[in-house]
DNA sequence: CGAGCCGTTGAGGGGATTCAAGCTCAGTGG
DNA sequence: CCACTGAGCTTGAATCCCCTCAACGGCTCG
């Protein structure tokens, strides 16, 4: 029972505001915190809406700041020797990204807005001061670094595993889990990337994924609505690969 | 210019000269360590050796131990729906695996010895004491996740991208990376996986994966040094990479 | 309204899988 | 000593999946 200081209410801390009431406090990174650790710290943090195709981090730079998402997709692509893209991991509403700044390192992506995105801006020295006394916040540092480790090794053995069609439904299925309004929905609607960026992703030319949501148009397990977005038969995707790993 | 105490000599405590005179200390996580340090946790850390097969770690348990690898490679290997067999990572020298046991996670992956393996086993309780009081512990071990979601992604891009045979020139490269005698050699003599496991790495056949070393062979990039090794021509692999680049 | 991007569909070819047979080699027991 | 065995590796032939090349339609936007 905390009573609320006046300033959270300050309209000229309106970040005060926005952190006490965040809608993914619990998914996110300062989750960890009480409420007086939130009050140290809101006034450094920065929160923004952002369009799609922008750029949160550059491949080969370094930043000094970190990215936690309150709403949106951002995917990570690099560019093999040969020239073409590829997509090696996506992100959704909770994750963290750009831990790589904690560390001074370069990125090894280029990491960009999907879909429109609400981010908060956390600067590396705020978490290196807060770290030190904050031995929770430290915890669930590492859990983030482990979680994007379990996504990036099930990326390899659902993404990229098995001919083209198992490789999408997969797709399809995490595409669903990063759905933002009722995720646990039959037939949620999902954000349906460009041809080209499921090429990217499952390693496939634009046409054979073209071809595949064709397909599954067809048997309706898929219902465009453009732009961009689809509404998904969960349970028919699920049988659907299980049905292909028997009769395979 | 620390004097080295009686202790570290006793014959009863033979870790103590283990740790002082590791020869992956300063890859490791205890690098991060100084003498005094080191001091307080040789007792309670164990090196074993350990043979082809060993599994370090079982799929959906739990253990209250983590591994750093002193000489070897171990593959994280898993079961797709259909029952077939994927490895999504390898890692080697210098590496800690396990850190799921920090966060009391259960593992996703089997953990299988690929060469005979030398390794410290290091009880979680001392990282969590430690990690209070050692702020370069916990900097040293994010620094290890950051590596391994690195390694991660790097598997994504290189290893299950494009034809069969930039994929496999690819593992080659990274098995040299690995080897332990004369990492800078232009010709290493690497560990060659059985053609079954270089299938489950690169998601393709036994067949597909004889038939390209067969074809390395020939082409005298890859000279077999059997059982389970062969020397490469490292600049002739990279070249081979970069030629395919081109005339794809 | 033409330009350009994106998605779709078809035809043909190539690379990987599938199915099948032979090979090498280490271990075993007669 | 050597046939026997089985696991792993190699190679061939047929098939199929996916890529390449190409054409076309819908849509947005200058």
Redesign the pocket.
Known sequence: MTVVPLYRMDPRHPQARACATCGVRELALFGALDWEGLDRIHTHIDSRDLPIDHVLFHAGGVDDALYTLRAGIVRFERTTEAGDRRIVRLAGRGDLIGQEALLNRRFADDVVACTPLSVCRIPKSLILELGSAEGSLLQELMRRWQLALDDAQAWVSNLTTG???RRMLHLLLKLADLTEEAPLATHPTIWLP???DMGAML??????A??I??QL?RDGLLT?QPPRHASLDRAGVQAAIEARGLS?
């Open positions: 001919p083209a069609m460009r041809r080209e390693d496939m030319t634009v046409e054979t073209s071809r949501v064709s148009r465009l395979a």
